[in-house]
């Protein structure tokens, strides 16, 4: 065939690409922000590619998902690609892995910054062999020249630090929807570690030296120490040292053993001043609409026109309690001071970079004297004690300068200490015409907000913080953006056409418990309230729910998830059986991410029981396929969880549910089967699979309740007294 001389070589940028010039402006946000292709990839000699992503794995497949995407973009086998943990040492800046956007950001990062590798080498061993880089192909690394099989080199062989150490420039094109390379999807790569039981987490880490540590923490919100006999613990054998600063307590000692062992003996000696500061468990509703609220308009809409007069009108109200993350493993922090005053944590934190951010505010020392490592550790569901843990460890490592220290949260620290979820209360309104259209909603929300995550304040929020002799005020949760994601008022704008509607939120200025990020933040209660507002209004109108839901809902791929999951579900044959319901529920997850769709049968026999869940779910081009089943149905089965079971326990003075017994969550022998039907589209960018459930399955269960029983239960958890209650109030 003939061949093309070779171009010169560009030495800052790509070679052309699938596409044309997108330029500077056009680079994913991701990698805006971190444009440097050496920070996210690196060609080594060996035969791997070696990948960065300020993402961390959770647990959710997140490394199995970008490993995918960059093997496919540069042609390269699965297993040439190693994953490095996101470190503050090199990682790209991501913030945050939250919200469901690994694969949309970390992806659509590296899909760039693989297009521009490719094109660099692709230019790199165009120069070699004397050719033109339009006369090249890539097969599993080897860069050959098409029909002339003996001109070859590969990525290995030109591999040079060197030619990644440059900005993104936007002038190559990741490859079209399709055209990556063809293969199996690659396995779980978090997984075999896991199921074979080899150590995998940051609990099993041992560093030379270690030495370890529990804290006791105050035994309610407002407790404060007032004395503790530290000679008597520091007289146990294996204890290293007692820690005391202010009303922050720990013990470091030699093993495990000896830390439990004194951790009891602290406890008992401890003597603290606790105040009655929660309120009344029983009624949060009313506790939550008596604070004093910062308000604000989330979102209204005038009709353009005229609107058609209202023959009708509803009105209800929604809630739920505080939750728990509930983790199965305990949190955990690892960290190691040196004698120059520089610190090394080791944490499984969802964010390196906000810890190191809050921590130098903490321990009073430069960022540039820290470095925070990802390692995987118990599963996370947003802002669980990792951070804390985290912190807990830099304190008290710092007492013993040269022993690395691991701390340890118990089951009662995990249950009682760690960030909740916010409860909530949700007011709805809706008016409709004579058409049977609503044309008119008024949502409004009162709740703390829902972060309190590192980096995001002025001063520390770690459970830590307030309790140093030196330390900082409590601060109270705030809600991120809505252009972010929003907090307490995500999901409450409607999804679907209404004339007229007008969103209010209402945060709360008082936090009698920590609350921060719990996955899907206000997405969970504002569907669940949405969603069954909008069954009540079908049915008192004489209306199939799912015809309602059509006839306000223009969105094409909205429709077409609901649609899907109501032919599998036999939705317009079902026939009413004794006790037993189904009920839908269906929202966009943030208004700007996946589309899902949920139909759950339930059972009521004797106690409450979900038997079957069918999802139809829309996140866009489909990276890897079981990992976003995977997620579906985990989120899909903690929802069944926190509608059914779960809500914190507390009197006036202290969390009480600080045990699996006072907090039960879900068992296996309860989980139901599921059916999920992922409506890929691949000319469509990616969205996260991690959340969309939440919300449509809460409210698919309460409908569900309804068509089951007749009574409606508007706060969750929705068990037997409730329905009781609500049935005495009907």
Same mark, same amino acid.
């Given at each position: 065939?003939?061949?093309?001389?070779?171009?010169?070589?560009?030495?800052?940028?790509?070679?052309?690409?699938?596409?044309?010039?997108?330029?500077?402006?056009?680079?994913?946000?991701?990698?805006?922000?971190?444009?440097?292709?050496?920070?996210?990839?690196?060609?080594?000699?060996?035969?791997?590619?070696?990948?960065?992503?300020?993402?961390?794995?959770?647990?959710?497949?997140?490394?199995?998902?970008?490993?995918?995407?960059?093997?496919?973009?540069?042609?390269?086998?699965?297993?040439?690609?190693?994953?490095?943990?996101?470190?503050?040492?090199?990682?790209?800046?991501?913030?945050?892995?939250?919200?469901?956007?690994?694969?949309? =950001?970390?992806?659509?990062?590296?899909?760039?910054?693989?297009?521009?590798?490719?094109?660099?080498?692709?230019?790199?061993?165009?120069?070699?062999?004397?050719?033109?880089?339009?006369?090249?192909?890539?097969?599993?690394?080897?860069?050959?020249?098409?029909?002339?099989?003996?001109?070859?080199?590969?990525?290995?062989?030109?591999?040079?630090?060197?030619?990644?150490?440059?900005?993104?420039?936007?002038?190559?094109?990741?490859?079209?929807?399709?055209?990556?390379?063809?293969?199996?999807?690659?396995?779980?790569?978090?997984?075999?570690?896991?199921?074979?039981?080899?150590?995998?987490?940051? *609990?099993?880490?041992?560093?030379?030296?270690?030495?370890?540590?529990?804290?006791?923490?105050?035994?309610?919100?407002?407790?404060?120490?007032?004395?503790?006999?530290?000679?008597?613990?520091?007289?146990?054998?294996?204890?290293?040292?007692?820690?005391?600063?202010?009303?922050?307590?720990?013990?470091?000692?030699?093993?495990?053993?000896?830390?439990?062992?004194?951790?009891?003996?602290?406890?008992?000696?401890?003597?603290?001043? %606790?105040?009655?500061?929660?309120?009344?468990?029983?009624?949060?509703?009313?506790?939550?609409?008596?604070?004093?609220?910062?308000?604000?308009?989330?979102?209204?809409? %005038?009709?353009?026109?005229?609107?058609?007069?209202?023959?009708?009108?509803?009105?209800?109200?929604?809630?739920?309690?505080?939750?728990?993350?509930?983790?199965?493993?305990?949190?955990?922090?690892?960290?190691?001071? !040196? !004698?120059?005053?520089?610190?090394?944590?080791?944490?499984?934190?969802?964010?390196?970079?906000?810890?190191?951010? =809050?921590?130098?505010?903490?321990?009073?020392?430069?960022?540039?004297?820290?470095?925070?490592?990802?390692?995987?550790?118990?599963?996370?569901?947003?802002?669980?004690?990792?951070?804390?843990?985290?912190? =807990?460890?830099?304190?008290?490592?710092?007492?013993?300068?040269?022993?690395?220290?691991?701390?340890?949260?118990?089951?009662?620290?995990?249950?009682?200490?760690?960030?909740?979820?916010?409860?909530?209360?949700?007011?709805?309104?809706?008016?409709?015409?004579?058409?049977?259209?609503?044309?008119?909603?008024? *949502?409004?929300?009162?709740?703390?907000?829902?972060?309190?995550?590192?980096?995001?304040?002025?001063?520390?929020?770690?459970?830590?913080?307030?309790?140093?002799?030196? /330390?900082?005020?409590?601060?109270?949760?705030?809600?991120?953006?809505?252009?972010?994601?929003?907090?307490?008022?995500?999901?409450?704008?409607?999804?679907?056409?209404?004339?007229?509607?007008?969103?209010?939120?209402?945060?709360?200025?008082?936090?009698?418990?920590?609350?921060?990020?719990?996955?899907?933040?206000?997405?969970?209660?504002?569907?669940?309230?949405?969603?069954?507002?909008?069954?009540?209004?079908?049915?008192?109108?004489?209306?199939?729910?799912?015809?309602?839901?059509?006839?306000?809902?223009?969105?094409?791929?909205?429709?077409?998830?609901?649609?899907?999951?109501?032919?599998?579900?036999?939705?317009?044959?079902?026939?009413?059986?004794?006790?037993?319901?189904?009920?839908?529920?269906?929202?966009?997850?943030?208004?700007?991410?996946?589309?899902?769709?949920?139909?759950?049968?339930?059972?009521?026999?004797?106690?409450?029981?979900?038997?079957?869940?069918?999802?139809?779910?829309?996140?866009?081009?489909?990276?890897?396929?079981?990992?976003?089943?995977?997620?579906?149905?985990? /989120?899909?089965?903690?929802?069944?969880?926190?509608?059914?079971?779960?809500?914190?326990?507390?009197?006036?003075?202290?969390?009480?549910?600080?045990?699996?017994?006072?907090?039960?969550?879900?068992?296996?022998?309860?989980?139901?089967?599921?059916?999920?039907?992922?409506?890929?589209?691949?000319?469509?960018?990616?969205?996260?699979?991690?959340?969309?459930?939440?919300?449509?399955?809460?409210?698919?269960?309460?409908?569900?309740?309804? !068509?089951?029983?007749?009574?409606?239960?508007? %706060?969750?958890?929705?068990?037997?007294?409730?329905?009781?209650?609500?049935?005495?109030?009907?």
């Amino acid at each position: 065939m003939p061949l093309r001389r070779a171009q010169p070589h560009r030495a800052r940028g790509a070679a052309g690409g699938a596409g044309g010039s997108a330029g500077m402006s056009g680079l994913p946000p991701s990698l805006k922000a971190n444009p440097r292709l050496s920070q996210w990839l690196a060609i080594r000699p060996e035969g791997r590619v070696e990948v960065c992503s300020g993402k961390v794995e959770l647990g959710q497949g997140i490394a199995t998902a970008l490993a995918a995407i960059v093997a496919g973009e540069l042609d390269v086998a699965v297993g040439r690609i190693a994953m490095v943990r996101a470190s503050t040492a090199g990682a790209p800046n991501e913030g945050f892995t939250a919200g469901s956007l690994s694969v949309q =950001d970390s992806g659509g990062a590296l899909r760039q910054v693989c297009a521009e590798t490719r094109a660099i080498y692709l230019d790199a061993a165009a120069q070699r062999l004397e050719v033109a880089a339009g006369d090249l192909e890539v097969r599993d690394g080897e860069i050959r020249v098409r029909g002339v099989p003996a001109l070859r080199t590969s990525y290995w062989e030109l591999a040079d630090p060197a030619l990644l150490a440059c900005a993104a420039e936007g002038r190559a094109a990741p490859k079209a929807p399709g055209a990556e390379r063809e293969g199996e999807l690659p396995l779980r790569l978090d997984l075999p570690d896991k199921v074979m039981g080899r150590p995998a987490f940051l *609990h099993d880490m041992v560093l030379p030296g270690m030495l370890y540590a529990r804290i006791a923490h105050p035994p309610s919100p407002g407790a404060t120490l007032q004395a503790v006999d530290v000679a008597a613990v520091e007289a146990l054998p294996g204890v290293v040292r007692v820690v005391r600063d202010g009303s922050f307590l720990g013990v470091i000692a030699e093993g495990e053993a000896e830390a439990n062992r004194a951790l009891r003996k602290l406890k008992a000696v401890a003597q603290w001043n %606790e105040r009655e500061t929660l309120p009344d468990m029983d009624d949060l509703p009313a506790f939550l609409r008596a604070q004093p609220v910062e308000t604000s308009v989330v979102d209204e809409k %005038e009709p353009a026109s005229a609107a058609t007069a209202p023959t009708r009108s509803f009105q209800a109200s929604y809630a739920r309690p505080y939750l728990a993350h509930a983790s199965i493993g305990p949190s955990c922090g690892l960290a190691r001071w !040196d !004698d120059g005053g520089r610190v090394e944590v080791w944490t499984h934190a969802q964010g390196v970079y906000p810890l190191l951010k =809050d921590l130098a505010l903490l321990l009073r020392i430069a960022p540039q004297d820290i470095t925070v490592t990802h390692v995987p550790g118990a599963g996370c569901y947003g802002h669980n004690g990792a951070d804390d843990a985290a912190v =807990d460890a830099a304190l008290l490592a710092r007492a013993v300068p040269g022993r690395p220290v691991q701390v340890l949260w118990t089951r009662e620290d995990e249950l009682a200490c760690a960030p909740f979820g916010a409860a909530m209360a949700v007011d709805l309104q809706a008016s409709v015409d004579a058409d049977g259209r609503i044309v008119d909603w008024q *949502h409004a929300v009162w709740s703390n907000g829902h972060s309190m995550r590192p980096g995001r304040m002025a001063v520390p929020v770690f459970h830590a913080a307030p309790l140093l002799a030196d /330390g900082f005020a409590p601060q109270v949760s705030i809600n991120v953006p809505l252009a972010t994601g929003a907090g307490a008022e995500r999901n409450s704008i409607p999804g679907y056409t209404f004339a007229r509607h007008r969103v209010v939120n209402h945060r709360l200025l008082a936090m009698p418990l920590r609350t921060s990020s719990l996955r899907s933040l206000g997405a969970h209660c504002n569907v669940f309230a949405a969603e069954c507002f909008m069954d009540e209004i079908a049915l008192a109108l004489g209306v199939d729910p799912l015809d309602f839901r059509l006839r306000h809902l223009d969105d094409a791929r909205g429709r077409a998830v609901l649609e899907h999951v109501a032919r599998m579900a036999g939705w317009r044959q079902r026939a009413k059986r004794e006790g037993v319901g189904q009920g839908l529920g269906f929202a966009r997850y943030k208004n700007n991410g996946a589309w899902c769709a949920a139909i759950a049968e339930v059972e009521t026999q004797q106690d409450i029981r979900v038997r079957r869940l069918w999802l139809a779910v829309d996140v866009g081009r489909v990276v890897h396929l079981d990992g976003v089943k995977n997620q579906l149905e985990g /989120g899909a089965i903690q929802t069944v969880s926190w509608v059914l079971k779960e809500a914190v326990q507390f009197d006036r003075t202290r969390v009480t549910s600080e045990r699996w017994g006072a907090y039960p969550i879900l068992r296996f022998s309860e989980v139901p089967a599921i059916e999920i039907a992922v409506l890929d589209r691949p000319q469509e960018p990616s969205l996260g699979a991690g959340e969309p459930t939440h919300g449509p399955v809460a409210a698919a269960i309460g409908n569900a309740l309804f !068509d089951a029983l007749g009574v409606r239960v508007r %706060e969750m958890p929705l068990t037997r007294e409730r329905v009781q209650r609500a049935a005495l109030a009907a």
